[in-house]
């Protein structure tokens, strides 16, 4: 589940090719999106993980786990994108080294799905022990589970490293995904344990979060107005994080899915714009999450404002009144 997890169909079966060959037009316009994703992905990040730090209100456990989140979003545009750019390049090197870059792609895409379940974890606990919820939501439990998801994601990516790969006696060769990822990892392993599985927990993590939201309210005027105004902001916040789940798995399962054609049917050709549409498709998705935050979560938005203009444009305000802002801002996202 990593970009050019399937074939090129345009890529000679002996592996050898010069970068004239490669260069085309397709090629020019695929990186040239695939730099633009990369800066949108970057800049837009990195003002959510300022955020959740700048904003004392945001200091809870689904906002440390959309900055775990956001993190991952901006290692994509740091990170995976040249890696990806390279890669299509066909580049000659060792083939431990583009064993390894290609399973850093795998690592960072593991990483936002594993924190896209924790923050589903997260809001169905918050929901269904109300009050025990604040006992077992520690900071130190919080820090582990941040540390597991990101141990695990290391674990997954980096599992090729330690032989489930098309190990290669030649110290050098041309640099291809397919070429060096075996695509049995690849669909069963990355793809249908650890991408499906956790999207099929997440869905019915929130099946069961909207069943007891609509439980609870229309419960409404027996439990008094106090509950119906929590179960209402509830029912908001899940749908905003619902979304940022429907997203995910709009722009990957494209990729994964051409995954599966490849190996389960190799004898059909996917057309390479396809195949570079689905890659773009899936670093884009990096790129969306800061527009949904700005949109749907409103102090987010107020957030990213303070930041512009005390931070970037360095329009000075009174400390008094920043510190009042840090303190006392209620988050629409809130776990208290």
């Known amino acids: 589940m990593c970009p050019q997890d399937c074939p090129d169909s345009s890529s000679p079966t002996n592996g050898t090719l010069n970068t004239s060959q490669v260069m085309g037009s397709t090629d020019v316009i695929y990186i040239g999106i695939e730099c633009l994703v990369a800066l949108l992905a970057a800049l837009g990040n990195i003002p959510v993980v300022w955020a959740v730090k700048l904003n004392a209100a945001f200091h809870n456990t689904t906002m440390y786990f959309i900055a775990s989140l956001a993190l991952a979003d901006i290692a994509v545009g740091v990170v995976v994108v040249p890696l990806a750019v390279l890669v299509s390049l066909h580049v000659s090197i060792p083939f431990h080294f583009c064993l390894f870059l290609c399973c850093l792609m795998v690592v960072f895409t593991q990483a936002s799905i594993l924190s896209l379940l924790a923050v589903a974890i997260d809001r169905y606990l918050r929901l269904k022990l109300l009050i025990r919820y604040k006992i077992i939501s520690t900071e130190k439990r919080i820090w582990w589970a941040l540390g597991l998801c990101w141990s695990l994601s290391l674990l997954v990516g980096l599992t090729p490293m330690f032989g489930w790969n098309k190990g290669r006696s030649a110290s050098y060769h041309t640099c291809e995904f397919i070429s060096v990822m075996r695509m049995d990892y690849m669909v069963y392993f990355s793809f249908f344990m650890w991408t499906l599985i956790p999207l099929s927990i997440m869905c ?3 099946v069961a979060v909207f069943y007891i939201i609509r439980t609870k309210l229309s419960q409404g005027a ?3 107005r106090g509950m ?11 749908k905003s994080l619902a979304l940022i789940l429907f997203l995910f798995a709009v722009s990957w399962l494209p990729l994964c899915i051409m995954n599966c054609i490849f190996y389960f049917h190799p004898e059909y ?7 570079f549409l689905g890659i773009l498709l899936s670093h884009a998705n990096s790129a969306m999450n800061p527009v949904v935050y700005a ?6 938005k107020t957030t990213y404002l303070l930041i512009l203009r005390t931070y970037i444009l360095c329009r000075k305000k009174p400390e008094g009144r920043l510190s009042s802002y840090r303190l006392n801002t209620a988050a629409v996202i809130d776990t208290e």
């Open 295 to 300: 949109c749907k979560i409103k102090k987010f």
């Open 269 to 275: 050709k996917i057309p390479k714009p396809w195949i």
């Open 228 to 238: 119906g105004v929590f179960y209402g902001k509830e029912f908001r916040k899940a």
């Open 222 to 224: 027996t439990s008094g």
């Open 204 to 206: 019915a993590l929130y």
